[in-house]
């Protein structure tokens, strides 16, 4: 496998990571069926996204091989509600987490996973949350592999 080299991402990155929204959109809307397919969508989800981090002491993790990126992790430091206890009421959250469809299975995923827990750990903290689509099996079973294990479920129902 190549040398995967992690950096947080800068501005001039955005279509980089724009990109890799995209085809994440792209293989999510063939598995929930309500992901925009178009580029418009990924960018304007970018925007958000970068608003999003930049008011909970975030970042997007960027994962290189080859000059190319491969990979990219929002990233961010989060607090619950006050009914969570104190040493675990603050905590990690990976936000998004997004590996380019030729290089998924080499190991980029768990190479940024393990960034977030060094992020989380420098922090000070002692809980890291993921989110992920139930469709989405192989990345749950990534997820799960990673030590990560249930803690909420939410339910949707159509109406």
Do not use: C
């Not at 996204?49 to 994962?63: D, E």
């Not at 987490?97 to 393990?114: A, E, F, N, S, Y």
């Not at 002692?126 to 139930?134: D, N």
């Amino acid at each position: 496998m190549s040398k995967i080299t992690l950096r947080t991402a800068l501005p001039a990155d955005r279509d980089a990571v724009v990109e890799l929204i995209h085809q994440l959109n792209v293989f999510e809307a063939d598995l929930v069926g309500d992901r925009r397919r178009d580029y418009g969508a990924a960018v304007a989800y970018y925007d958000e996204l970068m608003q999003r981090l930049s008011r909970r002491n975030g970042r997007i993790v960027l994962a290189v091989a080859e000059g190319v990126t491969v990979g990219a992790m929002g990233f961010s430091l989060d607090q619950d509600a006050a009914y969570v206890v104190d040493d675990v009421r603050n905590h990690g959250t990976v936000t998004d987490l997004i590996v380019h469809g030729d290089w998924r299975g080499r190991g980029i995923g768990q190479t940024l996973l393990k960034e977030a827990e060094r992020l989380t750990r420098e922090a000070g903290l002692k809980r890291l949350f993921i989110g992920v689509l139930a469709a989405n099996e192989r990345a749950e079973r990534t997820y799960r592999a990673f030590g990560f294990e249930p803690y909420v479920s939410i339910l949707s129902k159509e109406l």
